[in-house]
C-alpha cells in the first residue's frame, strides 16, 4: 500500500491469458511524465524540494527544465513545475499583440 504521498491515478490491465493487474501511477511534477508506482522497484525517483512534486529523476526532465529555465530569464527558482511554465507560456501570449488567446485557451497568431 501507499505510503506518503497520494497516487496521480490507478489503472487496471489484462494479458492474453486474462490475467488482471492493477496498480497505482504516479507523475513529474516538472515533465508529466508517468510512471507505474512500485515501491522497492530500485528505479531511482525523487522529491524536489524546491517545489514540493515528485519528480522522474530521468536525464531527459533535467534538460528539459535547464531549457525552460533558460527562456525564463526573469525566473529566480531553480526550477519550474509544469503548470507555472505552461501559465508564463500563456501569459507571454497575452502580452503580444501578434497573438489573441481564446477563453479555452487556443492561441491564435494574427495575420
Known amino acids: 500500500m501507499i505510503r506518503g504521498y497520494k497516487p496521480n491515478g490507478y489503472y487496471t490491465t489484462h494479458d492474453g491469458s486474462g490475467v488482471k ?3 497505482e501511477s504516479r507523475q513529474c511534477v516538472h515533465c ?3 510512471w507505474e508506482y512500485q515501491p522497492g522497484s ?3 525517483r525523487g522529491w524536489c524540494l ?3 512534486g ?3 529523476g530521468r536525464p531527459e526532465c533535467a534538460a528539459q527544465q535547464q531549457r525552460i529555465l533558460a527562456s525564463f530569464p526573469d525566473q529566480t527558482r531553480s ?3 509544469w ?3 505552461v501559465q508564463r507560456q500563456r501569459d507571454r501570449y497575452d502580452h503580444d499583440p501578434r497573438y489573441t488567446v481564446t477563453p479555452s485557451g487556443i492561441v491564435i497568431e494574427a495575420r
Open 50 to 52: 524546491k517545489c514540493s
Open 54 to 56: 515528485l519528480i522522474c
Open 83 to 85: 503548470t507555472d511554465m
Open 21 to 23: 493487474t492493477e496498480g
Open 32 to 34: 508529466q511524465y508517468i
Open 42 to 44: 530500485g528505479i531511482t
Open 79 to 81: 526550477c519550474m513545475p
